[in-house]
């Protein structure tokens, strides 16, 4: 994002720094992710999506593609200088609306969730979508049975679209399913 390279922000346990995130970040990212995300560590918050899939959330070789790809952006939220949230942006086409910003990649370490932290996140991310690309509105899917997660993106603003998109069984690469009835639930919300 050409221009919008740092910023600050405050949340309810101090001063955040974003910037946009490096090559250097790619194993601090993947650990935050898997940390937010998989595994017994993951229950310490209420993001994990340990009970509906196994496996990785990611690798290093999936965010370093994020990183090369044109109008894609890794935002990295630092306190006192160090890493403690993530997302992913990505910029897609001009359609009837205007640009839109797919968001993604979500991660907020988890013994720090439930503080403000990830609204703050959010917050600039629809920030820097607008200024940086002028997009219009913001899109992200979200795993459909999990309905805490939806409810707390319907709280800021997300609406429920209907369109459901299949979930990629047999691609472990997104995770190993537990259950036999994932999906993703698109959601958006206007940023105008």
């Given amino acids: 994002?050409?221009?919008?390279?740092?910023?600050?922000?405050?949340?309810?346990?101090?001063?955040?720094?974003?910037?946009?995130?490096?090559?250097?970040?790619?194993?601090?990212?993947?650990?935050?992710?898997?940390?937010?995300?998989?595994?017994?560590?993951?229950?310490?918050?209420?993001?994990?999506?340990?009970?509906?899939?196994?496996?990785?959330?990611?690798?290093?070789?999936?965010?370093?593609?994020?990183?090369?790809?044109?109008?894609?952006?890794?935002?990295?939220?630092?306190r006192g200088g160090e890493l403690v949230a993530c997302c992913h942006l990505a910029r897609r086409g001009d359609g009837p609306e205007g640009a839109a910003a797919w968001f993604g990649m979500f991660a907020v370490r988890p013994g720090l969730q439930g503080g403000g932290l990830g609204r703050a996140v959010l917050a600039e991310a629809e920030r820097r979508a607008r200024a940086a690309w002028g997009a219009r509105e913001m899109r992200m899917q979200v795993i459909s049975a999990r309905a805490d997660l939806i409810a707390w993106y319907e709280r800021r603003g997300y609406a429920r679209t209907g369109r459901r998109l299949p979930f990629p069984y047999g691609d472990e690469r997104f995770g190993v399913p537990r259950r036999p009835d994932l999906d993703f639930e698109v959601l958006v919300r206007s940023l105008a």
């Fill in 1 to 78: 994002m050409p221009g919008v390279t740092a910023s600050t922000a405050t949340d309810g346990a101090g001063r955040l720094a974003f910037r946009t995130a490096g090559e250097a970040d790619v194993p601090a990212l993947v650990a935050l992710v898997e940390s937010a995300y998989r595994g017994e560590a993951s229950r310490a918050g209420w993001t994990t999506e340990a009970d509906l899939l196994g496996g990785r959330r990611t690798d290093e070789e999936a965010v370093r593609e994020l990183l090369g790809q044109e109008g894609s952006l890794l935002l990295a939220a630092e």
